[in-house]
């Protein structure tokens, strides 16, 4: 009974912890944004000519299809590797800054729900990125958990017979 306390109380910690290392993110981000934030004139010019993606050349495209005979890609066993240890996930599709502005934006990479890449990506760095949109905090092994995905970064914690301790990668 007193370990499932301490655990309880760790886990409750470990979210305390996750919540203000990403508010401090957020703080961190949307500071830097405000700073670089470019000149009106020039997000003007910015905005008013978008370029949409070009096409894939024949040569991209021939060498980016070889790869799907390179490589076991109907093997599905990294995908539930992925998975593994999964507790949660922030339900939120965006995380925002104090003046909400986005910080990292999950939904602009529901792209990457297509299985198939396409003709412009290496099917291998399609597979990649495709991984890493698995993102939420997961036990590792006991007494370790990691939140994984809110942005480019592992945050990982270690729950000490004293406390909580972490490392972010």
């Given at each position: 009974m007193k370990a499932k306390r301490r655990f309880s109380a760790a886990l409750i910690a470990l979210t305390i912890v996750f919540c203000v290392s990403m508010a401090g993110a957020a703080w961190a981000a949307d500071t830097a944004q405000a700073a670089n934030a470019?000149?009106?004139?020039?997000?003007?010019?910015?905005?008013?000519?978008?370029?949409?993606?070009?096409?894939?050349?024949?040569?991209?495209?021939?060498?980016?299809?070889?790869?799907?005979?390179?490589?076991?890609?109907?093997?599905?066993?990294?995908?539930d590797n992925a998975q593994r240890g999964f507790i949660a996930k922030l339900e939120e599709p965006?995380?925002?800054?104090?003046?909400?502005?986005?910080?990292?934006?999950f939904e602009g990479y529901s792209f990457l729900s297509n299985d198939k890449a396409p003709a412009t990506v290496n099917p291998s760095l399609w597979r990649q990125a495709r991984l890493n949109m698995n993102r939420g905090l997961f036990k590792v092994?006991?007494?370790?958990?990691?939140?994984?995905?809110?942005?480019?970064?592992?945050?990982?914690?270690?729950?000490?017979?004293?406390?909580?301790?972490?490392?972010?990668?």
């Open positions: 470019p000149h009106p004139a020039k997000k003007a010019a910015v905005q008013a000519a978008p370029e949409g993606p070009k096409d894939a050349t024949p040569a991209t495209a021939a060498a980016n299809l070889k790869v799907y005979d390179l490589l076991p890609f109907q093997n599905l066993e990294d995908f965006a995380i925002l800054g104090p003046s909400g502005w986005k910080i990292w934006d092994a006991d007494r370790i958990y990691q939140v994984r995905g809110n942005d480019l970064s592992n945050m990982s914690f270690i729950v000490g017979d004293t406390g909580i301790s972490r490392s972010i990668r």
